[in-house]
C-alpha cells in the first residue's frame, strides 16, 4: 500500500510563529521515520477495514456478565463535544467557567441522590480508583477517630479488583464465605468480625446477580465493630431508582459512570469512578469540588481533612459531562426504568436458558446471572471458554467465563436494559444451538471461533509471551 511520495496529512495554520528547518535543526531526525507514504483515501479504507473487524456495543449485543457494556446514546457524545466543554483548559479561573462548574455540582447532587449519600468527589478516572480512594478515606477516618484497624472483608464473589485496592491501600484482605444461597454467609462474617477490621467492600447485587438479602444484618453487625461499608458501584445498573446504597446503611459507594450513566466502555477508558460518601466522611474527600463562594458564584473548595488527589484536576471531565446529559435526559423516572428493564432482561434470558443452561444457583436474578458449563466438562470436555468462543460465530460478543471463581465452569451473562426481545431471544437460540452442539459434536468447539477475522487464540502464549510490537506493514498481511 505505501508508495514513496505519497501523503494524507494536512498541516493546520495556527498563531504558532513559524521557524525555518535550519533553525530547528539540532531536533530534526537524522533518518527519515520508517512510516507508511499513503494517501488519504488509502488510510481510511486501512482503518475502516480494521474497524469493521472489531466487535462493539455499536455493532450487536454484549452479554459481558459483571462489566455492564450497553449502547450508549449519541446524544451524550454530541453533548461532551460542545466547544464550551471540550474547549476549556482545566486551570481557567473559576469566573469563567461557571457553566462547568454547575454542570459538575448538579452531577454531584444527582449522584448524591441516586446513592443515597451526602457529597461525592468525581475526581477518580475508574472504578478501581474509587476503590482506592473509598479505602484512603476509611483510613482517614479511622485515624482521625484515634484508630488503625488493619483488615478489610471482602466477600469470595467480590470483583478481582476489591482485594488489589485493598493491597495497594495497605490493608490485609480478609475472605468471607458465599452460603449455600450465593449470599454472604452470616455465619462466617462473625467469624472474622473484630475490632481490627476497618471496613467491608460489599458489592449488591453480588456478582451472581443476587441481591444480598442481609444486607441490613450485614451492615449493622460491621458497624458493631466501629468498621466502615463500603459499596462497590459496579453493578448499580441494577438498582438505580429503586434503591439506594445509603438507604441500606453504607458509608461509602463509588460509581461507574461509564458502565450504568453512557460513556463508551472498554478498552481501558476514559471512565470515571466517583466516590460518594456519608456526612461524616465529607471533610475527607479528595479535592477540589465546586461549592458556592461568597459571591454565590461556584469555586473550587478543598475539604479541611482531604486524602489529598486522586488524579489529575478535576477528573475525565467529558466522561462526567457525558454522565450528566444521560441523566438530565432521562430523570428520575426514565433512570429506574433503566434499571427495572434491565432486571427484566436478564431474568427472561435466566428463565429462558434454564432447561439448557441453568443458573449456578436458583434464585431470580437481578441485571446477571451465572451459568455452569460444568455438566458439558464431564460429559464431553467442553469448557465455559469453548461456549463463549462458540458464541462468536452467531455474532454477539462472548460472556465473561471463570468468573465468579466459587463457580465451577462459570459463564457470566449480562443482556444489559438496551437489547430488544428479538435480542435476547436470538441470543437464547444462539446458546441452545452450543449447548446442541456441546453434546452431539463437541469437537467443533474446540475450535471455535472458525468464521471471525481472527481465529481461536493462543491464550496461554499471549498471556506468558506477549508481543508488543507489531512492524510496519503488519496489518496488511491480515489482508
Known amino acids: ?47 475502516t477495514r480494521l474497524a469493521s473487524r472489531n466487535y462493539s456495543v455499536d455493532l450487536g449485543a454484549y452479554p459481558l456478565g459483571s462489566c455492564t457494556m450497553k449502547y450508549n446514546p449519541k446524544f451524550a457524545d454530541e453533548v461532551a463535544a460542545l466547544p464550551g466543554l471540550a474547549g476549556v483548559h482545566p486551570d481557567t479561573p473559576e469566573r469563567a467557567v461557571q457553566g462547568w462548574l454547575e454542570l459538575l455540582a448538579e452531577l454531584e447532587a444527582a449522584i448524591c441522590e441516586i446513592t443515597g449519600m451526602a457529597a461525592a468527589t468525581l475526581q477518580p478516572p475508574a472504578g478501581a480508583a474509587g476503590e482506592l480512594t473509598g479505602l484512603l478515606i476509611m483510613g482517614a477516618y479511622h485515624r482521625a477517630s484515634g484508630r488503625d484497624p488493619r483488615r478489610i472483608i471482602i466477600p469470595d464473589s467480590a470483583h478481582g479488583t476489591n482485594p488489589a485496592s485493598v493491597t495497594l491501600a495497605g490493608y490485609e484482605a480478609v475472605t468471607v464465605r458465599s452460603d449455600a444461597r450465593g449470599l454472604v454467609s452470616l455465619d462466617d462474617l462473625r467469624r472474622v468480625l473484630d475490632d481490627s477490621v476497618a471496613g467491608i467492600m460489599l458489592t449488591n447485587p453480588n456478582t451472581l446477580g443476587l441481591f444480598e438479602r442481609d444486607v441490613a444484618e ?49 478498552g481501558g477508558g476514559p471512565g470515571a469512578g466517583p466516590v460518594a460518601v456519608t456526612s461524616a466522611l465529607e471533610a475527607f474527600l479528595p479535592g477540589p469540588l465546586p461549592r458556592p463562594g461568597a459571591t454565590g458564584q461556584l469555586e473550587w473548595w478543598t475539604p479541611p481533612s482531604s486524602i489529598g488527589n486522586v488524579h489529575a484536576f478535576h477528573g475525565n471531565a467529558l466522561v462526567l459531562a457525558r454522565a450528566w446529559a444521560f441523566m438530565r435526559y432521562h430523570g428520575p423516572d426514565g433512570l429506574r426504568r433503566m434499571s427495572e428493564v434491565a432486571v427484566l432482561n436478564a431474568r427472561w434470558l435466566q428463565q429462558r436458558l434454564q432447561p439448557v443452561l441453568p443458573a449456578a444457583f436458583d434464585e431470580p436474578c437481578m441485571h446477571e446471572f451465572v451459568a455452569s458449563a460444568k455438566e458439558f466438562r464431564s460429559e464431553a470436555g467442553v469448557r465455559a471458554s469453548d461456549i463463549a468462543k462458540g458464541l462468536l460465530e452467531f455474532g454477539f460478543h462472548a460472556p465473561t467465563v471463570y468468573f465468579p471463581l466459587i463457580v465451577d465452569e462459570a459463564l457470566m451473562i449480562e443482556p444489559t436494559e438496551t437489547e430488544s426481545p428479538e435480542t435476547l431471544e436470538a441470543l437464547a437460540q444462539a446458546f441452545e444451538r452450543l449447548v446442541e452442539i456441546a453434546r452431539t ?16 487464540l493462543d491464550e496461554v502464549g499471549a498471556a506468558r509471551k506477549p508481543v508488543l510490537v507489531e512492524p510496519v506493514g503488519a496489518a496488511d498481511e491480515l489482508d
Do not use: C, Q
Not at 528547518?21 to 488510510?43: C, F, I, K, M
Not at 468498621?227 to 445509603?246: M, T
Open 441 to 456: 459434536t463437541p469437537a467443533e468447539l474446540a475450535e471455535a471461533p472458525r468464521t471471525t477475522p481472527v481465529r481461536r
Open 218 to 266: 450485614i451492615l449493622r453487625l460491621v458497624h458493631e465493630v466501629g468498621a466502615l461499608a463500603y459499596y462497590d458501584g459496579a453493578n448499580l445498573n441494577a438498582i438505580v431508582g429503586v434503591a439506594r446504597p445509603g438507604d441500606m446503611g453504607f458509608d461509602i459507594v463509588h460509581s461507574n459512570l461509564h458502565k450504568t450513566f453512557a460513556t463508551p466502555h472498554g
Open 1 to 47: 500500500m505505501s508508495v514513496r511520495g505519497r501523503r494524507a496529512d494536512t498541516l493546520r495554520h495556527s498563531a504558532i510563529p513559524e521557524a525555518s528547518l535550519e533553525e530547528l535543526g539540532p531536533w530534526l531526525r537524522r533518518e527519515p521515520a520508517a512510516l507508511p507514504e499513503v494517501s488519504e483515501r488509502d488510510l481510511v479504507a486501512h482503518y
